[in-house]
Every structure is written in structure tokens, then in C-alpha cells.
């Protein structure tokens, strides 16, 4: 479709959001895909609150929202994972009732859902057809399979081996593997939700390219996100979610979209980007966090860093950047000790710490926020108070002999909920919170400690823009305050914003420290692809 | 339709409610069953009653059975809270009456106080001996405690067998020529008989006691103690025990030690109460270590409410033995101690979920009225405590994409870094 068919204006002459949520495009087409008034809710929620969306054939759809502003809950109504309380889904002007996903793709409705629900055990081929084959025969050809896989990834210039063990692919791959089953079962509505979370820069590039084939095609592309420049580059309209309700629906036009805008409708108020401002550190500042020729192996027995020595001192943030899976994780395991290092040494203020024992990170003076928020930094099971003593229940003051005082416990997790703004009570367990405030609750508790050094890994990864906002003020707050910050991230333009000096890892050594004020992107491009080595 | 949907917050009258509920659908459909069977309900019923409870020394009985349950219960609870899924509380469970039964032989006449503790202590240890060999495989060569732990409840059964029924052991009464040819273990000295504890007309089991001390104090610990918050963590996630500097090798290992300790208790009182002797056939037949892990199953894994499972499924069983007769068949009792419990068990769920029910197609065709009970629903929903209005849209995913349960499923939770 178009972007001509619509008079409406660009969107930096949208002045305020309609608060009745009706769309604002108007067409003579029928839509592929119509939500209607949908509302959906859950204990002590409402997800969707008359929602309306529709999405026109050939065109590339974003749905944009923050956390928890409904868009997932939108998309499992539209393929029938989820029912609707009140409203209906139409499907090419007709409604329908999708009573579970597979009556969903018969309607040619797929959905690519954040998780991946592959089996790593089979082949691409066989994941394609879990579930339907075109053939209805009893005897299950391999070979076959393979052929008609391939030929579908052939015809949308999709790159995998169909005769691959999934196990065997990258997660960029997988998640093609993904986008084949849609194709294979010849579906004209495709619903990825946030599909770029887990890929790189490039496999962004490629998946923006098989989109915008697929809407050439004639099949529409619901892309789910919450990342501003996404939309304008795939995408043709972004209707906007906001607390489960529809804000509106706009054209993207070329060139001229106004993120700034986009951002305000889907949070409801201005936001600013935080930024470091550009200073240099007197020369004399003592290096509090040294690292000497660390190696580690990874869980392939393999060197995953090789000889990395880097130093952090008073008040810096030094950023890591890479493309994932170049050793950043096995760098900030064996700093923090949660992993052993086969060589080198890791300082704190002059105290060598013991090799992998996250014990002696701590009394260090190490504060750290791993990447994997709800699992290790956090335990979702406990409320949040537990997790707010997780590493300092031993101190005197919140024991009395062997037993824990559950009041002091208490009052001090409140006071340091009301400190740094988290909503949620000390009672409440920790996966219910949002991503944003279990994510604020880790960094309270770590700040809290009043380390000397604070490793970060990927700390807005997940989290909509406010909460990103919060992460990297605290972040820079803590910088001013003197704590040495080690940020490890994926998120280039993050440590780009934030740091005063970034190393770029490729194949686990550190190929250059730039500048991030001064740098040329595309030469940090081309040394996180290890292209070239030189600072 | 009826749809499952998970509770913000469970009021306290549904755990009250629940059991209670699912008990009297029990009786119904066990009813059914009996009138197919051409037996009368309600006489059945009111005999099992009696037998259970209200009887003369009915109570006593029951309570008798429970003892094991309890303790073999907490043996569970204990480890399965934790994510340490010991399924060797049986065999920990033998050993245990192993250890005390030749402690209790072997001091023979000494002051009855000394040899029931001695007695004790070696049914804790005999136990947590046992339980140690999955505990170490487990935390030091990330071994399936599961199937350790199951395997070795054959092993511990068959040393028990070969010990009075193959050998000239020990725990061999080789006094008189009748047990030479009906091989019997050596009967305990009175010294080591446990003392019962009459209360009104009922007499309580020591072995009872101690469970509930046991079941008191491991609350405590759990839910207060530093020590009871490290197993907490670990038990959420070992990653982040150890991302918080514990010990996680140790603490598995403490978990699975208490635990078999507690089985080992289960074994001691077993002696101690009960058989004053090593009876291999009796504890193989009545299976308390697996039935432990049912009756704390029916307590939500609870140490307190341990206690309850463990009277209820210890009636049951009191009652079941009593029913037995030549007109009602075992296989009668067994179907109808499945069904009672199958109904209490599964109506666990009903703590966690609420049903709804809808008539089918209900958006489409109720469209307006259904407007308006949803929104009757949504008033009476709590929102979460200090909650404010605007944050609930976020709270959406969160609470609709969360798991299910607050006790962990029975998968191989505790994975660690490979």
C-alpha cells in the first residue's frame, strides 16, 4: 500500500493524542486484520481497554508502546491465544473467533512470539512443519521437507540450511527459522513481537529487508516494539498503545517523522535522552577496578577472553562495546567472580580478589547488576524485601543471632523503595513487578551498599523508555558520586551516551579504547566486527 | 465456558474452604461408587468415621500412623521447598530404623532416657548418612538427586531384608528355634520402648512429639533465620545464591542432610513406637517415606500444615484398615482412598486459580450484558497494595505472562551453570 493514500498529516503536525483512541487514517480498503473495541483484562488489570487497530494488506504495521502498555496482550487476541473480554477481531473484513492459534494461521495469522517456541533437538525442516505439513499423509519424508522448506527460504531470500539442528543456529537465525513456519503455511498476517530485542545490529538490517519483502509481496507485517527509530526505519503507520488504550494511528512519512513526538504519545510526556557530558578526569584519579591480563574459558572450553587488561578509575564509566557473544559476558562473570578466570588478576582498590568467589567481589566493595536480571540478580520467587537484604542479610544489623529482624528488614526496604522511586510495597514478590522496577529495585539494593565499583551489564535491555531514562541517571549519579563504573552493554548508543572511554571487544580481546565523544561510528563499527584493530 | 484465572491475592477462607469443598465432592463420587458396588454410603462413611476418629482409642490409632507420616513428610518438605527433590525418604526412612534399632540393642538395659535419645540421635544420623550420597552427588557432580535418591530406596530395602532375612546379623533374634526357621529382628530391651503420652483418652506417640517440635522449629528456621533465607534464595535460584556469595554446594548438601535426618527420625520412631524391633516386611508394606511425601503434598509443603496432612492421610489409612473386611475387598479401599485423595490434592489449584464462568461464544452473543458483570468482576479484583491506578497497565504483563504457582513444579528447577 501507499503511503500517498493517506491525507493525513505528518506526524509532527499531530498535536495531542485523541483520547478516545479512535484511529485517525481512514481508507476504502479492507483491512487484513481489524481489532474492534477489544478490552481484555486480568486480575487486577486491564490490558486492553477498547482497544481499536486495524493493519491494511501490504503494509508493514509497528505497534508501538512501552512496558505493559498491552501491545503483547493485543497480539495474543489477534491469534487467539488470548479471548477477548469485550470486542471482536476481523480478519479481511469478515469476524472471527479464533479459539486457539492453529485456527489462527488457518485464518493465515501468525505470530512470532518473543520466546521463541522452537525444538533445538530437530532440524529447521522439521521445525517448519511441527504441527502442519501441507501433505496430510502418514509417512513423514524428510527429504521432502527439506525441498519445500528450502524452496520457500529461497523464494523470500531467507538464509538457512533447512537440514540445520537448531541447536546449531544463532539466535538471529532462529528466529528466521521462525518467520519460515509463517511462510510455509502461506500466512498473509505476520505478528513479530519486539523481534530485534535479541538480534544485532546487521541481523536487524536483514530482518528489516525480509519484512519490507513480505509487505511487497501483499502480506501485512505487524512489527511490535518500543523502539523509536525501528518504526521509522520499516515501518509504513505505527499505531500507538498507551496503558492499554489506543492512542491513535499515524503515517510514517519519509524522512520527516518527529521521534520526539512519537516518544511523548507513547509515554504521555516529554522525554529527555541522558547523555553523559564530555569531561576528562584529572590525571592523578586513582584507579580503583584493575583488571591484568584476565583469560577466561567458556562453557565451550574455549578462550572466551583472551588477555584483557583494562582499568576504571574513581568516577569513570569505561563502556564495553561488542557484538554479542564476543566475550563481554565472560569479562564481567570473571570480574564479579562469578565465573573463574584461567589467568590474570582482578583488583579493587589495591585488594586482589579471590578467583571466582563473588564473595570477596563483595566485601571488595563490587557492586554488580548482571544481565540476567530475574534469576541471579534477582530472585522472582522472594518478595522484594528479601531481595533487598540478598547480599547484606549477614550484617548486624538486620540479625539478631541466627534469627533475620523482619521489621528493620522491612523499614529499611521501604525507605529504599520511597529512595529510588520503585512502585511495589516490600511485601510484594518480585515478578510481579515490571521489568522497569525489578530492574530499579537490583540497582537500589547495589547502589545501597555504597560500592566502590558498580560492573553493569546490558541495564536497559527490555526496559520502555522512562525506565531507561531512570537506569541511566542512576548510572550517571553514580559516576558523579565517585563509583567507578564498569558498563558492559549491546546497546551501542547507550555506551556511547554514557561513557567516558569505550573498549570494543571483538573474539574476546579488547581491539581498541576510544573516545565516544570523538569517534567516527563507523570505524567502532568496524572494529566490533574485528575488522580493524587500531585506537 | 470456564476459564482458570490465576489470583492476584488468595482471601483466607479459600484454604479453609478448599479442602473442605473437595472433601465432600470426594464422598459424593466415592459414594457413587460404593452404591455401584452395592454397599450403603452412609453406614460405610459413618464406620469409617469411626474407625478414624471417633471410636474408642480410634484417635490413637490414627495418630499412631501419622507419626511416620509426619516426620517422613517433613523429610519432604524440608527438601522439596528447597528445589531438592529427595524421593529417598523411604530408604533414608530405613536406615534410620536400621541405626536406632541396633543402638537401642546395643545399650540393652542402660537408663531408659539415654538409650531412647541415643536411640534418636542414631536414627538422625543413620538417616542423614544416607540421604548424603545423593546430597553430595548432587551438589559436587551435578547428579539428578531424583533418581539417586529413588535407586538407593532399593538398595536401603534390600540391606534391610538381607539383615534379618539372609544373614545372622546383628538385629537377628537367633534366640529360640522358631525364629530360626520365621526370621525375626531382636526385640528392643523395654528400656528403649518409647513413652506414650496420654492426653484425655488419647494416647500420643513420642515419635508425635518430636514431629511437631520438628515441624515448629524448622518453620521457625525457615521463615525467619538467616539460614532459612539463604535456603529460600537458593531455592529461587541457585545462580543468584551464589550471586549473593553464598554457599551453594553447602547449603544443598545441609538441605539434604536435614531431610534424610528427618526420614532417619521417621525409622527411629518407627522402633522406638511402634515394632520395638527391625521388621523389614512391616516398613516395606506401609511405604511411610513415599506416603510422607503425599500427606506433605496435602499440606502444601508446609511444615505446619504438614501436621494436618499428616492426620487426615494417616485416618484415611487407619481407616482403610479397619473397612477391610471379606464383603469389602482391598482393592474397594485403595479406590476410595485414590479418589478422596485425588479430589483434595487437585483442588490445590483452586488456592492459586479462580474459575469463571461464561456462556460459550459469550462475547458475541452477551456482548451488553456481559459488559456489565465484567465490570461488577473488576471492582470486587483487588489491586495490588499501594499500587497507584497508573501503574497497572504495566503490572498487565507481568501478572498475565507470569508461571503459575507459588511452589515450584516438579521439573528439574535447580539448574547450574553448566
Not at chain 1, 496430510?136 to 527429504?143: C, D, E, H, V, Y
Not at chain 1, 519486539?194 to 519484512?211: D, G, H, K, N, Y
Not at chain 1, 588477555?307 to 569505561?318: A, C, N, P
Not at chain 1, 549491546?490 to 571483538?506: I, Q, T
Amino acid at each position: 500500500m501507499s503511503k500517498s493514500a493517506f491525507d493525513s498529516p505528518g506526524i509532527t503536525a499531530v498535536v495531542g493524542p485523541d483520547p478516545e483512541g479512535s484511529p485517525i487514517s481512514q481508507t476504502d480498503e479492507s483491512p487484513a486484520i481489524a481489532a474492534i473495541g477489544i478490552t481484555r483484562t486480568f486480575p487486577g488489570v486491564v490490558a486492553n481497554d477498547h482497544v481499536d487497530f486495524e493493519v491494511l494488506p501490504g503494509e508493514v504495521h509497528a505497534l508501538l508502546g512501552e512496558n505493559g502498555s498491552g501491545k503483547t496482550t493485543l497480539c495474543k487476541i489477534l491469534t487467539g491465544l488470548y479471548r477477548p473480554d469485550e470486542g471482536q477481531v476481523e480478519v479481511n473484513g469478515r469476524a472471527v473467533r479464533f479459539n486457539s492459534p492453529r485456527d489462527s494461521f488457518e485464518a493465515g495469522v501468525f505470530m512470532v512470539q518473543q520466546h521463541f517456541s522452537l525444538v533445538n533437538q530437530l532440524t529447521v525442516a522439521e521445525n517448519v512443519v511441527l504441527g502442519w505439513t501441507r501433505h496430510k499423509r502418514f509417512w513423514f519424508s524428510a527429504r521432502r521437507v527439506e525441498e519445500e522448506v528450502a524452496a520457500s527460504a529461497e523464494q523470500f531470500h531467507i538464509s538457512v540450511d533447512p537440514k540445520a539442528f537448531v541447536w546449531q543456529l544463532s539466535v538471529g537465525e532462529r528466529q528466521r527459522v521462525e518467520i519460515l513456519k509463517a511462510l510455509y503455511r502461506d500466512v498473509r498476517i505476520l505478528i513479530l513481537d519486539e523481534p530485534t530485542t535479541v538480534l544485532t545490529p546487521q541481523e536487524c538490517e536483514e530482518l528489516f529487508a525480509s519484512l519490507r519483502a513480505l509487505a511487497g509481496a501483499g502480506a501485512s507485517v505487524v512489527f511490535v516494539t518500543h523502539k523509536l527509530p525501528e518504526v521509522t526505519a520499516v515501518c509504513d503507520r505505527v499505531s500507538i498503545l498507551r496503558q492499554g488504550r489506543s492512542v491513535g494511528t499515524f503515517p510514517i512519512s519519509e524522512g520527516g517523522t518527529d521521534l520526539r513526538s512519537l516518544a511523548r504519545l507513547m509515554v504521555g510526556r516529554d522525554v529527555t535522552s541522558v547523555r553523559r557530558s564530555s569531561r576528562r578526569l584529572p590525571e592523578e584519579t586513582p584507579v580503583v577496578l584493575e583488571i591484568t591480563g584476565v583469560s577466561v574459558s567458556n562453557q565451550f572450553g574455549r578462550l572466551g577472553v583472551r588477555d584483557v587488561s583494562l582499568q576504571v578509575r574513581r568516577g569513570e564509566i569505561v563502556g564495553i562495546a561488542g557484538v554479542s557473544g564476543n566475550g563481554q559476558r565472560e569479562l564481567a562473570e570473571a570480574v564479579t567472580g562469578m565465573q573463574a578466570h584461567a589467568l590474570g588478576q582482578v583488583r579493587v582498590a589495591d585488594r586482589v580478589l579471590r578467583n571466582e568467589s563473588p564473595r570477596s567481589a563483595i566485601d571488595a566493595g563490587m557492586a554488580y547488576v548482571p544481565e540476567d536480571r530475574l534469576g541471579t540478580g534477582l530472585v522472582g520467587t522472594l518478595t522484594v524485601s528479601d531481595n533487598a537484604i540478598l547480599k547484606s542479610f549477614r550484617s548486624s544489623r538486620f540479625c539478631f543471632g541466627p534469627l533475620l529482624r523482619g521489621k528493620i528488614v522491612s523499614s529499611y526496604t521501604d525507605e529504599l523503595l520511597s529512595r529510588f522511586d520503585v512502585k511495589g510495597t516490600s511485601a510484594t514478590l518480585v515478578r510481579q513487578l515490571s521489568g522497569g522496577n525489578a530492574q530499579k529495585v537490583l540497582l537500589a539494593r547495589e547502589m545501597s551498599s555504597d560500592p566502590k565499583v558498580l560492573v553493569v551489564a546490558s541495564p536497559s535491555r527490555g526496559l520502555d523508555i522512562s525506565a531507561t531514562e531512570n537506569v541511566r541517571k542512576l548510572l550517571i549519579e553514580a559516576a558523579d558520586r565517585g563509583v567507578a563504573v564498569l558498563l558492559i552493554s549491546e546497546d551501542l548508543g547507550e555506551v556511547l551516551d554514557l561513557s567516558d572511554r569505550v573498549a570494543v571487544m571483538y573474539g574476546g580481546r579488547i581491539v581498541g579504547v576510544v573516545d565516544p565523544h570523538v569517534v567516527d561510528l563507523a570505524q567502532i563499527g568496524l572494529m566490533m566486527a574485528g575488522i580493524e584493530g587500531s585506537a | 465456558m470456564i476459564r482458570l484465572e490465576r489470583r492476584v491475592a488468595t482471601p483466607g477462607w479459600v484454604f479453609v474452604a478448599v479442602p473442605i469443598g473437595a472433601l465432600i465432592v470426594a464422598l459424593i463420587l466415592a459414594g457413587v461408587l460404593l452404591v455401584i458396588s452395592g454397599h450403603d454410603p452412609i453406614s460405610i462413611y459413618r464406620q469409617m468415621a469411626g474407625a478414624a476418629v471417633t471410636g474408642p482409642s480410634a484417635f490413637s490409632a490414627t495418630l499412631l500412623d501419622a507419626t511416620p507420616l509426619l516426620l517422613a513428610g517433613m523429610c519432604a518438605a524440608v527438601a522439596f521447598r528447597m528445589r531438592v527433590y529427595n524421593i529417598g525418604g523411604e530408604g533414608q526412612l530405613y536406615m534410620g530404623a536400621v541405626g536406632a534399632s541396633g543402638v537401642g540393642l546395643a545399650l540393652g538395659n542402660e537408663p531408659a532416657p539415654l538409650v531412647i535419645a541415643s536411640m534418636i540421635v542414631a536414627g538422625m544420623l543413620a538417616g542423614a548418612a544416607w540421604a548424603a550420597i545423593p546430597g553430595l552427588l548432587r551438589a559436587y557432580l551435578h547428579t539428578n538427586e531424583i533418581l539417586t535418591s529413588l535407586m538407593l530406596n532399593y538398595v536401603a530395602g534390600l540391606g534391610i531384608y538381607y539383615l534379618i532375612f539372609n544373614s545372622t546379623s546383628y538385629w537377628r533374634d537367633l534366640s529360640t528355634p522358631s525364629a530360626l526357621v520365621f526370621p525375626q529382628g531382636k526385640t528392643l530391651s523395654p528400656a528403649g520402648w518409647w513413652p506414650a503420652v496420654h492426653l484425655g483418652g488419647t494416647v500420643v506417640p513420642f515419635g508425635f512429639l518430636l514431629g511437631l517440635v520438628c515441624a515448629l522449629g524448622l518453620m521457625v528456621a525457615l521463615r525467619f533465620s538467616r539460614y532459612g533465607f539463604q535456603l529460600r534464595v537458593i531455592g529461587g535460584s541457585t545462580q543468584a545464591g551464589k550471586y549473593a556469595g553464598m554457599r551453594t554446594r553447602t547449603a544443598i548438601l545441609a538441605v539434604m542432610l536435614i531431610s534424610g535426618a528427618l526420614a532417619g527420625l521417621a525409622g527411629a520412631s518407627q522402633v522406638g513406637d511402634f515394632s520395638h524391633l527391625l521388621d523389614p516386611t512391616g516398613l516395606q508394606q506401609a511405604q511411610w517415606g513415599y506416603s510422607g511425601i503425599v500427606a506433605t503434598a496435602l499440606g502444601a509443603f508446609n511444615p505446619i500444615a504438614t501436621v494436618l496432612g499428616a492426620i487426615f492421610l494417616g485416618a484415611l489409612i487407619n481407616a482403610g484398615f479397619t473397612l477391610q473386611s471379606a464383603t469389602f475387598p482391598q482393592g474397594l479401599v485403595g479406590t476410595m482412598e485414590g479418589i478422596i485423595l485425588f479430589c483434595v490434592l487437585s483442588a490445590g489449584a483452586l488456592t492459586l486459580y479462580r474459575v469463571k464462568f461464561s456462556l460459550s461464544g459469550g462475547w458475541h452473543l452477551l456482548r451488553a450484558g456481559s459488559v456489565r458483570s465484567r465490570h461488577d468482576t473488576r471492582t470486587e479484583r483487588q489491586p495490588l497494595a499501594g499500587e497507584p491506578a497508573g501503574t497497572l497497565g504495566r503490572l498487565a504483563t507481568a501478572v498475565s505472562e507470569e508461571q503459575a504457582g507459588t511452589f515450584p513444579p516438579l521439573s528439574k528447577g535447580l539448574s547450574e551453570a553448566p
